[in-house]
């Protein structure tokens, strides 16, 4: 496994629509693992491919509940909503309040191309929707309603 360079803010890669993966082979399964190495690293909870400049449809995530890889992932169901702090890899330091549903039902494939269904409650609910959001080119900071000042300054 190694460390990628994770591409922050103004960076136009994190602004693009990014492409299905077709090919579930060893250079998915590497890109995969360096990305769960990436986002431990830098204390994260959620990680997808645009955030170090491949424009793939996949994403990793681990909430303390062990690894979660999602591979073209598409919500299929939601539910409620939840309004809480949430932060990125690619701000550091920008914290803001963003309603996201509480619930919700994601289809997905993992890294050997087999179809799944998840769901998720609460802080993984929120992590599916951060990071499916970030596949389209979208970033939390569009969803922001009011931002919060960690430093107390
Ligand atoms: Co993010």
Known sequence: MA???IRYREDEVLYKR???VVKFDEKLA???DD???TMQKANGVGLAAPQVG???RAVVIDIGEGRIELINPEII???GSQNGS???LSFPGLFGEVERPNFVKVKAFDRNGKEFELEGEELLARAICH???HLDGVVFTSHVTEYIDMDGE
Do not use: A, P
């Open 86 to 88: 949430e932060g990125c």
């Open 3 to 5: 460390l990628r360079e």
């Open 54 to 56: 491949i424009l793939k």
């Open 131 to 133: 990071e499916c959001d």
């Open 18 to 20: 990014c492409k299905e």
């Open 30 to 32: 590497i890109l995969l």
């Open 35 to 37: 990305m769960y190495e």
């Open 77 to 79: 169901e939601t539910s």
